[in-house]
Nanobody, 115 residues
Framework: QVQVVESGGGLVEPGGSLRLSCAAS????????MGWYRQRPGKQRELVAY???????NYADSVKGRFSISGDNAKKTMYLQMNILKPEDTAVYYC?????????WGKGTLVTVSS
């Protein structure tokens, strides 16, 4: 079994910053990639950013230049630095881990961008 836990969400004013963290634990023999998805109110879950084990990254157009994803394979952790936050970034952010060829999800962390 693989466990995925997110942390770092909260309330922030527009233009502010937050850093999300994700930690994977359990029986992981191969960590293929880790990423962040979000679900905004009334919307479907969407990809925010992803990093594969080789270090390549991918970002949604809406967050390019504002968000930065990084990871530590050895520690099985991942971070999402979110800058210049906008009200439309308000969402539940989910960590996705592909380990041993299978998908695992965290329970999500709420990010609210509001004045």
């Amino acid at each position: 079994q693989v466990q995925v836990v997110e942390s770092g969400g909260g309330l922030v004013e527009p233009g502010g910053s937050l850093r999300l963290s994700c930690a994977a634990s359990g029986s992981i023999s191969r960590l293929n990639g880790m990423g962040w998805y979000r679900q905004r109110p009334g919307k479907q879950r969407e990809l925010v950013a992803y990093i594969i084990s080789g270090g390549s990254t991918n970002y949604a157009d809406s967050v390019k230049g504002r968000f930065s994803i990084s990871g530590d394979n050895a520690k099985k952790t991942m971070y999402l630095q979110m800058n210049i936050l906008k009200p439309e970034d308000t969402a539940v952010y989910y960590c996705n881990v592909v380990a041993n060829g299978l998908n695992y999800w965290g329970k999500g962390t709420l990010v609210t961008v509001s004045s």
